[in-house]
């Protein structure tokens, strides 16, 4: 069974500076999605980067970006210039890609990330 | 229109109750979903709708019913339910279940108490 581990539990940064959120995976296959998800006080989840993992290119939306490491099944979120509405727990998730259309999200506990002003 | 919309937003009912949660999307997609999240913990899958057929059903106890009326409608009946099913109920809805563009869009969730 995939595992997903997200060692951090909570974490925080100053305004404007840069932090890392760490995210490890157990699996067997070889094809397979990364997802991070943001779920601020509101609670509505919200997707905020996408990795596949045939793609060795690793992905970019904005302020946010991903180091995907495969071999080491590693794959942090790298948020820059932090800003207050970066608060919320972000959840790191893993999908094994499939044909058949039964697989479902496996999410990690979670980081709560806060930001100081 | 990029939205699931689910209401209501708070539920509190009795254990003797019946009571549903709805969640609506209108942007064509085929797969719906309905998730329990407990405070402080990662969301869990209970049900998975593709194409108004249920998929996938994750050894949800039978006071949890399910229902599809169309492809953009998502129904939780729930009827004696336990104080232990307290929790926030989230519904998504993605393109199809297929890999490939997957992307699930997740509604503001619909917090209940079971007193």
């Known amino acids: 069974a995939q595992t997903v581990t997200q060692s951090q539990p909570e974490m925080s940064v100053q305004e404007a500076e840069t932090v890392t959120l760490s995210c490890t995976y157990d699996t067997s296959e070889s094809d397979y999605y990364l997802f991070w998800y943001k779920q601020p006080p509101s609670r509505q989840m919200i997707l905020v980067i996408r990795q596949e993992a045939y793609k060795q290119q690793n992905a970019t939306e904005n302020r946010f970006s991903v180091n995907f490491q495969k071999a080491a099944k590693s794959f942090s979120l790298k948020i820059s210039d932090s800003q207050l509405g970066d608060a919320a727990m972000y959840f790191c998730a893993y999908r094994r890609r499939s044909n058949f259309g039964n697989e479902k999200l496996t999410f990690g506990t979670g980081t709560r990330l806060t930001i100081i002003p | 229109d990029t939205e699931v919309t689910q209401t209501p937003k708070h539920l509190v009912m009795g254990m003797t109750n019946k009571k549903s949660l709805k969640c609506e999307q209108h942007?064509?997609?085929?797969?719906m979903y309905w998730y329990k999240q407990k405070a402080k913990k990662p969301p869990e899958l209970m049900f998975v709708?593709?194409?108004?057929?249920?998929?996938i059903n994750e050894s949800v106890p039978s006071r949890f019913s399910p229902e599809c009326p169309n492809s953009s409608l998502l129904n939780l009946h729930l009827h004696a339910l336990q104080p232990e099913d307290s929790a926030l109920y989230l519904c998504?809805?993605?393109?199809?279940?297929?890999?490939?563009?997957?992307?699930?869009?997740f509604g503001p969730g619909t917090r209940l108490t079971v007193t």
């Open positions: 942007m064509g997609h085929r797969a």
């Open positions: 998504a809805s993605s393109k199809t279940v297929l890999a490939g563009g997957f992307k699930q869009y």
């Open positions: 709708y593709s194409y108004e057929k249920l998929s």
